[in-house]
């Protein structure tokens, strides 16, 4: 079973797409995934199992934002934004990095001009692999196997077809708090240097301070005890983004375009508030 061989990041892809499949479950979802609950495994329930537990206590209040809303909002939100990008006719690349359990190319409907590119680890685009065997994607379809942070994945992604002179689109969802800032601001810089001008990112990060204020620790103990740790985040991502070559705005789950999803049951924290925890579906433009 190549799920044994995925290490404690490469495992939170399957509790993505156990969250994917909870959330396909729903009457009132958000979106559908079909081909989450077989990517999700035996393993992905389990972890989401653990999250669930301090997410929703029955023996305290409860402190931790909810873990299923946030990835059901981040779900829909960076689908809309992606599928927004493909209807542009000089958008010819989409590249999610990493791809993770992600079922978008089987999923949705994409046009004929688009190239799709999927960028993880050989073992994890094995594993989704072996889980979609028989599936068709629904689209022009590469996949590079090659690790975003220790490795030059540039010269590979090229070899796969793509193209830095054309527009593309770049996902980079749930990665950025896994790996340190240093690590995080050079996949920025690498990322950048491989977008023509006017192509756009997106990505999702957590506040700096998410990750020190104490009703956030019961979240993030489990993490740690995975051997994932959360260790980067950003109080000011538009920032952050704008110093590696990018013109973004930042959303928080229960404000600006996700108010319309009616999901996010959490307080909202006011501009300017300090000392708070704070959650971003950042999107925007190559400069």
């Not at 389990?46 to 809303?69: A, G, I, K, W």
């Not at 979609?132 to 090229?158: C, I, N, Y």
């Not at 950003?234 to 590696?244: G, M």
């Amino acid at each position: 079973m190549t799920a044994t061989r995925l290490d404690a990041v490469e495992r939170t892809a399957l509790l993505t797409a156990a969250l994917r499949a909870a959330e396909t479950r729903r009457p009132n979802r958000l979106y559908e995934d079909p081909f989450a609950q077989r990517l999700a495994g035996e393993l992905g329930p389990q972890l989401l199992e653990e999250v669930l537990r301090v997410t929703f206590p029955q023996s305290r209040p409860r402190t931790v934002p909810s873990t299923p809303d946030y990835n059901a909002i981040r779900t829909r939100f960076f689908d809309e934004l992606l599928q927004e990008a493909a209807q542009d006719q000089a958008m010819t690349q989409i590249v999610l990095a990493p791809s993770g359990m992600d079922s978008r190319a089987y999923r949705l409907p994409w046009p004929d001009h688009i190239r799709y590119f999927e960028v993880d680890r050989p073992v994890v685009l094995e594993h989704k692999a072996m889980r979609l065997a028989g599936e068709r994607p629904r689209v022009d379809h590469r996949t590079v196997p090659v690790d975003l942070v220790t490795q030059t994945w540039e010269d590979s992604l090229k070899e796969a077809g793509y193209d830095p002179s054309a527009p593309s689109t770049w996902l980079l969802e749930g990665l950025l708090y896994y790996i340190p800032e240093s690590d995080g601001r050079r996949m920025l810089d690498r990322v950048a240097a491989m977008m023509a001008p006017g192509s756009r990112i997106a990505a999702d990060i957590v506040s700096a301070t998410a990750l020190a204020v104490p009703d956030m620790r019961p979240l993030l103990d489990v993490f740690a005890g995975w051997g994932c740790p959360w260790v980067f985040g950003s109080d000011d991502p538009v920032a952050l983004f704008a110093e590696h070559g990018f013109h973004t705005r930042a959303v928080q789950p229960g404000t600006g375009q996700t108010l319309a999803y009616s999901r996010w049951a959490d307080p909202v924290p006011e501009p300017g508030q300090l000392g708070v925890r704070r959650f971003f579906y950042v999107h925007g433009e190559r400069v």
